[in-house]
């Protein structure tokens, strides 16, 4: 199946993840210019009502760009929209999407056949994420027109199976846009992404490491210095189990190898107690021995282009 329109205006075949708290309009126009999906969670904007100000702040800012630069136009961006039954924002933030007619919506956590045709109704592409099989066979048939696969290894809320299960189970009944997310910091795992059948390579650890993230510098410090050994897998913090940096564990008083477990039945993700989660323990995956320095986020690209295309040439070498 060819992808939808709006997911082929990429010169690199990767979306920037949605990052709670930590994306923001800098970030995603910075990566759409280098020619990548750049996305937020329409909860980062706080109050409510900054959602339409920086949604007019991203389609300006690009609009502008891509007349300036007619031979190098941006890629589109996405939003994220948390769909469970504790956002209670879920509404208004889909209208304000609808005002700006948002080329992607990022659906997390449930699938619901009216949120994917009401970005239908203004031509927008819907992208669910999931962590195995039956999840991705619940979304299409809800309406999402493709899948981020969240395999062991991705950031914040991430599952435990393998990449190369997820993908081919996946591969072996749908052949529409397909993601993949857990452990991608560098151009040739993008390739080898692509190489097991996705269409894109999900990234979000490594741009939390760069200048135009809203993290603060001692987290970001933190990617730069650890490695996959430093992320612990629990559920503790939100009620779905999700990997995060062990020091920011430590910082908060918390044993990072004798957690307890959560009840999943006090799943919170839209309110200030989830807020509060997300900026004390630092969600991280597991590729994060890839990055050694804080960058801006249109030098990751380059470096992430250089090395796909490295990584390629030595593919065809080979061959």
Not at 8 to 25: A, D, E, H, M, R
Not at 118 to 140: C, Q, T, Y
Not at 268 to 279: D, I, R, V
Request: hydrophobic fraction near 45%; charged fraction near 20%.
């Amino acid at each position: 199946m060819a992808l939808p329109a709006a997911l082929q205006k990429t010169t690199l075949p990767v979306i920037g993840s949605p990052l709670f708290i930590i994306s923001n309009p800098t970030l995603v126009i910075e990566q759409c210019k280098a020619g990548i999906i750049g996305s937020m969670p329409s909860l980062n904007a706080r109050p409510a009502e900054q959602l339409d100000d920086w949604l007019a702040e991203i389609t300006e800012t690009l609009a502008a760009w891509d007349k300036a630069h007619p031979d190098q136009p941006s890629a589109p961006f996405a939003i994220n929209q948390i769909v469970h039954k504790s956002n209670d924002r879920l509404e208004h933030d889909m209208q304000v999407c609808a005002k700006y007619k948002v080329p992607i919506v990022i659906t997390s956590l449930g699938a619901r056949e009216d949120v994917n045709q009401a970005v239908h109704s203004w031509g927008g592409v819907v992208l669910h994420d999931i962590i195995n099989n039956k999840f991705a066979r619940k979304a299409i048939e809800k309406g999402a027109d493709g899948l981020i696969a969240v395999a062991a290894g991705a950031g914040g809320h991430a599952g435990v199976k393998s990449p190369f299960a997820l993908v081919q189970e996946i591969r072996q009944w749908f052949d529409g846009p397909l993601a993949l997310s857990g452990s991608i910091a560098s151009g040739g795992a993008v390739l080898a992404a692509q190489a097991c059948g996705a269409d894109f390579a999900y990234i979000g650890s490594a741009f939390i490491a760069t200048e135009e993230a809203r993290a603060s510098e001692a987290y970001k410090q933190a990617i730069v210095d650890g490695t996959s050994d430093d992320i612990i897998y629990s559920n503790l913090f939100t009620g779905v189990h999700g990997n995060y940096l062990a020091p920011s564990i430590r910082a908060a008083g918390l044993d990072p190898d004798h957690l307890p477990e959560s009840d999943p039945s006090k799943m919170n993700f839209g309110g200030s107690a989830a807020a509060k989660a997300w900026k004390d323990i630092w969600g991280c995956g597991q590729g994060i021995g890839a990055i050694d320095a804080v960058v801006p986020a249109a030098e990751l690209v380059a470096r992430l282009r250089r090395e796909y295309e490295a990584a390629r040439k030595r593919l065809l070498a080979a061959a």
